[in-house]
């Protein structure tokens, strides 16, 4: 790889990286312009839902975010799908993964209800 590229990359990881670090619903709903990849799971005191994600879509009329897998050849078909109003977030944060710092990131996110999101972005 070239050190141009390689430099190139290096500065997408630290803008990615910072900005998770200083997370807000604003980045969280600018996150579905960038095609990122990870895991989102959800806690809500009764159950725990995980699912993988590469695709996340933001609707402004209904204001809920959706993290979902899709194929190429799927079109805007999707399976695995989660999803939540942004308009519910009481808390939000960003921080690098513990356990793979060099390869995640995290978002935690608190919602009215008291629901955990924990979304682990690749990095």
């Not at 070239?2 to 969280?28: F, H, P, Q």
């Not at 600018?30 to 159950?47: D, R, T």
């Amino acid at each position: 790889m070239s050190g141009k590229r390689e430099a190139t990359r290096e500065d997408a990881r630290r803008i990615l990286r910072n900005g998770i670090l200083d997370m807000n619903v604003a980045r969280l709903i600018q996150m579905s312009q960038f095609g990122l990849m990870g895991n989102i799971e959800l806690h809500n005191g009764f159950a725990l839902v995980n699912n993988i994600f590469n695709h996340i879509d933001f609707n402004e009329d209904t204001r809920c975010i959706a993290f979902s897998v899709r194929e190429a050849d799927m079109g805007d078909n999707n399976y695995g799908s989660i999803s939540f109003c942004v308009d519910s977030i009481m808390d939000i944060s960003g921080c690098d993964d513990k356990d793979n710092p060099e390869e995640y990131l995290n978002v935690n996110i608190r919602l009215q209800d008291n629901t955990a999101i924990r979304i682990k972005i690749v990095y």
